[in-house]
């Protein structure tokens, strides 16, 4: 199946809502592509007491703000999941969820783009990739041994201290 679409947004989150805000706007086509939920780096790539790091008066996206009534206080990752719902309900965005984009190039001899989706292919005009800066954990190189009793964890994969091995002194 091939799809064709002015302008695809990769990325369900603050960015690729805000990008698909302006371009409903301006009555640009387009789809926001997001390869889990809405939002999904907050539900799944956070650890469960994160908050977001403003106060709730600063929770808004264009066209959006906070719903709820206590602004000083910092919204828990769950409440910025659900702002991030809401928002993408209001704005009306179009979005795809479940929807790895599985690769991304510009077509032969043409200006346009290919995405290959699962097994079927969308051709775009114009691609934005709003999928925020880190996408894989970067993990330095070890210098030094450490012994395999040391526990590790990157924080894209810390959940909550339920996972750490138990302390021995």
Known sequence: MNEQIDTVIIGGGHAGLTMSYYLSQAGREHVVLERGRVGERWRSE??????????????????????????????????????????????????????KVASLRQQSGSNRYLLDVGDSTIEASNVVIATGPFQRPAIPQKNIDIPDSIFQVHSSGYRNADQLPPVRF
């Open 46 to 99: 956070r650890w469960d007491s994160f908050y977001f790091q403003f106060q709730n008066w600063a929770l808004r996206l264009p066209g959006y703000k906070y719903q709820g009534s206590d602004l000083g206080a910092f919204a828990q990752g769950r409440q910025v999941v659900q702002f991030l719902e809401d928002y993408a309900s209001f704005i009306r965005a179009s979005v795809r969820t479940e929807t």
